[in-house]
């Protein structure tokens, strides 16, 4: 007979385009980056474009850290003197 086995399911809130275990400035810098592409990282929602949807998925994780990472990562609110919202308006989102 089997032996039944639990593993246990990490969940990851959608915005981390760099994989670094964190959702901050400099995922959102790539999303600009991916605008309007097919690129897989900045399409949270999986309907094949990188675009406004998918942002607001990122700005709503927006600082939120995968909680199965022992290590936390340092958030990163400004990169180069750029905000969320200067990218927001870098993708004429308001």
């Known amino acids: 007979m089997g032996t ?3 593993l246990p ?3 990851q809130d959608a ?5 670094d275990s964190v ?5 959102a810098l790539l999303m600009v980056k991916y605008w309007g592409s097919d690129k897989q ?3 949270f929602n999986f309907d094949g474009t990188g675009d406004k949807k998918d ?3 990122l700005a709503a994780n927006f600082l939120k850290i995968d909680p199965g990472v022992k290590e936390v990562p340092k958030k990163t609110r400004k ?3 750029k905000t969320l919202d ?3 308006e870098m993708l004429d989102i308001s």
């Not at 915005?15 to 994989?19: E, L, P």
């Not at 959702?23 to 995922?27: E, N, Q, R, T």
């Open 23 to 27: 959702i901050d400035i400099i995922d």
């Open 79 to 81: 990169h180069n003197g």
């Open 55 to 57: 942002f607001e998925l």
């Open 41 to 43: 990282a900045a399409d």
């Open 15 to 19: 915005g981390d385009i760099n994989q």
């Open 86 to 88: 200067d990218v927001k």
């Open 4 to 6: 039944w086995r639990s």
């Open 9 to 11: 399911l990490r969940t």
